[in-house]
């Protein structure tokens, strides 16, 4: 597939000073935001979209939670968070306000996903790969608790997994269960 590549820019923000630069595949756009010097093995946070909670704050996942601490690590000790645009666990986002409202009817994450015709996490991370290797980089440290991602990226070396650890609320608590218990997250 043709990846266009944007320039450099600067993005001062509230977790502090970085660049972002955007890689276009096909219909999608995604951001990384990194922060120079990047060293040998950057810590690295790949992080799907998620409106509800990166943008509105929701408190049924713990989407936000970890975005902020990814931006919040990388500000002090360097990095890049990879923003991948592939909403509710890349089924979009009408799709995801239907599993949302499944899951008011009782339905879990994974559940409300098959109910709707999808497997429980239809995410993919060729782009990842793509974008570290225009970096030039081959190692990384990877912010993470989802194993998927570590089995995914391919032609990287990940020499450590760096936990996120995020505080459960009462709106995401089973959410969070079920992240653990069904789709092996490490938490």
Do not use: W
């Not at 979009?92 to 429980?120: C, M, P, R, S, W």
């Amino acid at each position: 597939m043709n990846i266009k590549i944007s320039d450099v820019a600067n993005l001062p923000s509230r977790f502090g000073d970085f660049k972002v630069k955007a890689f276009k595949e096909g219909h999608k756009e995604h951001l990384v935001i990194f922060k120079e010097p990047l060293d040998e093995t950057p810590i690295v946070r790949v992080h799907s979209e998620c409106l509800t909670g990166d943008a509105i704050g929701s408190l049924k996942c713990d989407c936000r939670d970890q975005l902020e601490f990814a931006l919040s690590t990388i500000e002090k000790e360097g990095g890049m968070v990879i923003y991948l645009r592939q909403e509710g666990r890349n089924i979009g986002l009408l799709n995801k306000i239907n599993a949302y409202a499944l899951q008011d009817k009782g339905f879990n994450t994974v559940e409300a996903n098959h109910q709707l015709g999808f497997a429980a996490d239809e995410r993919t991370y060729e782009i990842v790969t793509t974008v570290l290797e225009h970096f030039g980089i081959k190692k990384i440290r990877l912010l993470t608790n989802n194993p998927a991602k570590i089995n995914s990226l391919e032609n990287i070396e990940i020499i450590e997994r760096l936990p996120i650890i995020i505080d459960p609320n009462i709106h995401n608590e089973g959410y969070l269960q079920v992240k653990k218990d069904e789709m092996g997250h490490l938490l």
